[in-house]
């Protein structure tokens, strides 16, 4: 039962020959998913290609469906998963940081180094502005540490704070899902055809 080095099943010794594993299929679905080109990327954000948002959409509906039927058949104890700790306004802060990062740069960090694994200049600009951000953060880290360590959550999950149990949660969000498939297929549509029009 999962997770495997948790309960012993693979050797620790295992754990970062397994992660560099997953990095390069992670690697190889973001180019075959067209993730490598800023263009695509930045789509999403003007309206002619919402390829980010169903490849996001589909990857966290397998994911979350998948690991549900885990649970049930008993391969997966979901109490041995690792939850990321939420602080509230710290991450609608740095979202919306990384929001505008990714507008403008057309890159998130991940698909940055894709871009790079395959010559992309544009790609390899933004991540030497990627680590001179960190540096950045980090020697002024101090004078937002408080901020950075504030409304703390725990490690809650969505199903947790709303009290909708997870199998209906996870309907009600597979249909958001394909709703939003739906509405934003006639949203491209509109939009390349101005953009044709006015020869953008």
């Known amino acids: 039962m999962g ?16 992660a560099i594993l997953i990095g390069i299929a992670f690697g ?13 990327l930045a789509g999403v954000f003007y309206g002619y290609n919402f390829v980010v948002l169903r490849v996001f959409f589909t990857a966290l509906i397998v994911a979350m469906v998948g690991l549900m039927y885990f649970d049930y058949f008993g391969w997966l104890d979901l109490s041995k998963i690792f939850i990321l700790p939420t602080y509230l306004g710290p991450m609608i802060v740095g979202g919306i940081i990384m929001g505008f990062g ?11 180094f894709t871009g790079i694994a395959i010559g992309k200049l544009d790609a390899l600009f933004f991540t030497v502005g990627l680590y001179l951000g960190i ?21 809650i999950t969505l ?5 909708i149990p997870a199998p209906y949660f ?8 394909l709703a939003a498939f739906w509405g934003t297929m006639f949203i491209e549509k509109r939009v390349r055809k101005n953009m044709k029009q006015y020869k953008f």
Do not use: H, K, Q
């Open 135 to 155: 540096m950045g953060f980090s020697l002024a880290f101090p004078l937002f540490e408080g901020f950075y360590n504030s409304g703390s959550m725990g490690n």
């Open 3 to 18: 997770p495997l080095i948790p309960n012993g099943i693979i050797g620790e010794g295992w754990d970062f020959v397994i």
């Open 28 to 40: 190889f679905i973001l180019e075959a998913s067209g993730f490598s080109s800023s263009r695509n």
């Open 170 to 177: 996870a309907m009600a969000f597979t249909i958001v899902a």
């Open 102 to 112: 990714f507008i403008i740069g057309g890159y998130c960090p991940g698909t940055s």
């Open 159 to 163: 199903t947790e704070l709303t009290g």
